[in-house]
């Protein structure tokens, strides 16, 4: 059961009592080129990011960082170290919402500081937990481990509220998924503050999916995390498309759709492996198009031993045979094909089941 948190805004998203979990990523363009920055901002809006990240290393950005707030199709925020005076430019400019990292600002002070422009403006903060840049004392007496990392996110949210910023939302993260894990565990269960969950520098696609599913899952399914990032070495979008498909395994999203193929075997007889991989592919453009598959399932299957019965279970599928297939529609044999007509044909099936998003 999902614990009861206060409920914050992320620009038009609320985080929190009660809300969506919401998928969050970072442009890893140039923040200075607005134009390029913001063609990623809509690819990745497109693919179902729901908040946007955006760094803001010097001033010099500021104009486009400005612009970017501006066009963004979804809220927009500003991601700051070591200068707080970057953080409270980031917020007159427009930013929904800082994400700072109190540890490595100049001093208590500096934070104060963006916490009085934050309640002033009425927008939203992050107090990001580093492991590898907690607060000083802390770290000395405690070390860097979940009890440091929970100690010093509790010392920085009281700083933040005395300066009448409540507005909060919190990340504790270490690229040990253990760690994190127990860190946010033991957050949790003594605030009412939103948890941002992720895994830190996960790594590769390889294995950060993995780490970010263990990670992040484990705390979806306690109940735990308000909104989330997947961290990949990868293209951001692919940031999104595992965090959909993180929320569709713990149940929070729906998985749209579900594709079902069989692992191939001594009888497979068709391009099974390349077949799935393109049917993948097209599902990701389809839905790149901001449209939403109306199917459950889609099967592809190697061969008759199990292939019409999961092809015929779903809603679409294609059981292969020795050079082609049987496609099925809702259980109905619907055409028998060659080898070359089953990805055309099964494409056209999936995209007269789409349609457009609406955006409200
Ligand atoms: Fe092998 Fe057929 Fe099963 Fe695929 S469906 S694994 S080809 S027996």
Not at 126 to 149: C, F, Q, T, W, Y
Not at 336 to 359: C, D, G, M, W, Y
Request: hydrophobic share 40%; glycine share 10%.
């Amino acid at each position: 059961m999902a614990r009861t948190t206060r409920q914050i805004h992320v620009g038009r998203v609320a985080i929190g009592g009660g809300a969506p979990v919401s998928i969050q990523s970072m442009t890893n363009t140039d923040t200075a080129d607005a134009e390029a920055t913001l063609a990623q901002i809509r690819e990745l809006a497109a693919a179902g990011c729901e908040i946007i990240r955006s760094t803001v290393p010097a001033r010099i950005v500021l104009d486009s960082f400005e612009r970017i707030c501006a066009e963004s199709p979804i809220p927009v925020i500003a991601d700051i170290h070591f200068d707080h005076t970057l953080a409270i430019a980031a917020l007159e400019r427009g930013a929904a919402c800082v994400r700072v990292n109190p540890g490595n600002l100049r001093g208590e002070e500096a934070a104060r500081e963006v916490a009085r422009k934050a309640a002033e403006l009425g927008r939203s903060v992050r107090i990001g937990v580093n492991g590898g840049s907690l607060n000083k004392e802390i770290a000395e007496r405690m070390g860097h481990g979940p009890d440091a990392l929970v100690a010093s996110a509790e010392h920085y949210v009281r700083l933040f509220e005395e300066e009448g910023c409540r507005e909060l939302k919190v990340s504790l993260k270490a690229s040990n998924v253990r760690v994190t894990i127990d860190a946010c565990r033991k957050f949790a269960a003594n605030s009412d503050i939103p948890l941002h969950v992720g895994i830190t520098e996960a790594g590769p696609v390889s294995c950060g999916v993995v780490k970010s599913a263990v990670g992040i899952g484990s705390l979806l399914l306690d109940g735990i995390g308000e909104t989330m990032r997947v961290s990949l070495t990868a293209p951001p979008v692919e940031e999104v498309r595992t965090a959909l498909k993180i929320l569709a395994a713990v149940g929070l999203r729906p998985a749209e759709p579900e594709l079902v193929s069989c692992p191939t075997c001594g009888r497979t007889r068709v391009g099974l492996m390349e077949l799935v991989s393109k049917v993948e592919r097209e599902i990701e453009r389809i839905k790149s198009q901001g449209r939403r598959i109306r199917l459950k399932k889609i099967a592809v299957m190697g061969c008759i031993v199990n292939g019409p019965g999961e092809a015929s279970d779903a809603d679409v599928g294609i059981a292969g045979s020795n050079h082609g297939g049987v496609l099925f529609r809702h259980g109905e044999k619907v055409a028998t094909l060659s080898e070359e007509e089953l990805l055309p044909a099964l494409v056209k099936e999936i995209e007269a089941a789409s349609e457009p998003i609406r955006q409200d």
